[in-house]
Each structure stands twice: as C-alpha cells, then as structure tokens.
C-alpha cells in the first residue's frame, strides 16, 4: 500500500465479523467473503493513504484500527450484506524487503535521537533548578543587603536629625560632646598617648626608651 507520504508499506490485518443477519447474507449479496475482502482492502488502502508510514508502522496502529472498523461496518450495511464486523487487527506492518535494511537505520537513527534528546531532558532537569536556586539565593542576599543599607542610612539620617535638633538648642553642648564622644571612639585604638602642655618645649625627657632597646618598663 502507498501511504500518504508516498512511501510503499506491506499491510497485514484481520477482520473478525458475525451474520448479523443471515437472510441478507445469503441473498443480497453474491460471494459475500469476496466482497467483504474488497471492502476492506479499500478501506485500509483509504485509511492507510492519509497517513504517513512512520504513523502506520508505530504510534497510529490503534487509530488506523479504529477508523477502519467505522468505515467497514459502513460499507457493509450500505451494501446489506448481513454481516457486523467485530472488529479490525493490524497483524504485520513492514516496508517493502528492499528497502527494509534502509528503514530499519532510519528506526535506530530516530531511537537514538529520541535517546540523546531524553539524556538532555534529565541534565536540563538537574541543573536548570539548581541555577535557579542559587539565583533565588542570590537575589534574597542583595535584597538582604539593600535593606541592611537602607536601614542604616535611615538610622543614620535619624541621628544626624536629631543631633542637628540638639546642636541647634545649645551649640557649644553640643559641640563639646561631640568632641568628647569622638575622643573615646578615637584613643582607644592608640598605643601610646602623650599628653603634654601646650608650653612645653619638647618631649623628649617624656619618652620611654626602654621599649626601643627591648626591656621591659619600668613601673
């Protein structure tokens, strides 16, 4: 049979069938098992003709069966043969033997295509989610951060409000406290302090030498 890709196909099916009513079985029709056999050649030559032959070799077997039953039992009681087809069976569904090697490489090139594209479905599935979790993580830390900055600068233009409200009641105050709060952020990461008048000459009597030559200092 040619299908309807123009591919040459070799088609073999059962009918199974009951006289449904005997009286035109055996009078209507002459030859009734003849003329039930062309029936369902042209059926399946019909059916088989609008399909392609990949479809008729695999996944429209089931179709093609159902189809082909419809219009036979059609057929068949518009010619008043007295017969109920049952049902319709596709047995054996080959290319034709000097090509079948050819479609056979044709059947393995599309399994193992249908194999690669499976094996790139499964790595997709296993690191598409995981980029998708670290970029949700990712966007989570910046959001993190963008709000740990905003709080900041929010917490930090509050108390520059509030220190100008204080600076404006009493500036000297306020200045003087400013100085004093820096002073104890400031001196505790200085080593040494030196604090000496104003009117002092210089330091040097003031300085601990012991430190430079590597003794301990004196109390």
């Known amino acids: 049979m040619v299908t309807g890709d123009l591919n040459a196909a070799l088609v073999e099916w059962v009918v199974q069938y009951r006289i449904s009513e005997p009286l035109k079985f055996l009078f209507e029709v002459r030859q009734p098992g003849a003329t039930l056999r062309y029936v369902s050649e042209s059926v399946m030559r019909e059916v088989v003709g609008d399909r392609t032959v990949d479809e008729v070799i695999t996944i429209g077997r089931q179709e093609i069966e159902s189809e082909a039953l419809l219009k036979m039992q059609a057929l068949t009681t518009k ?3 007295g017969i109920s ?7 054996n569904i080959n290319p034709p033997e000097p ?10 090139a599309q399994q193992e295509k249908e194999r690669l594209i499976n094996e790139a479905r499964r790595e997709y599935n296993k690191v598409i989610p995981l980029a998708e ?6 966007i989570r830390e910046a959001d993190g951060y963008r709000l740990k900055r905003i709080n900041e600068a929010e917490g930090d233009a509050a108390r520059f409000t509030a220190l100008l409200a204080e600076y404006v009641k009493a500036p000297e105050v306020t200045r003087r406290r400013i100085y004093i709060e820096t002073l104890q952020d400031v001196l505790p990461g200085i080593g040494s302090k030196i604090i000496v008048d104003g009117s002092t000459a210089s330091i040097l009597p003031l300085l601990t030498l012991d430190r430079a030559r590597g003794d301990k200092p004196r109390k």
Do not use: T
């Open 85 to 91: 087809i049952d049902q319709v069976q596709l047995k």
């Open 79 to 81: 010619y008043a043969m």
């Open 99 to 108: 090509v079948q090697a050819s479609f056979n490489e044709v059947n393995q």
């Open 133 to 138: 979790g670290e970029k949700d993580q990712r």
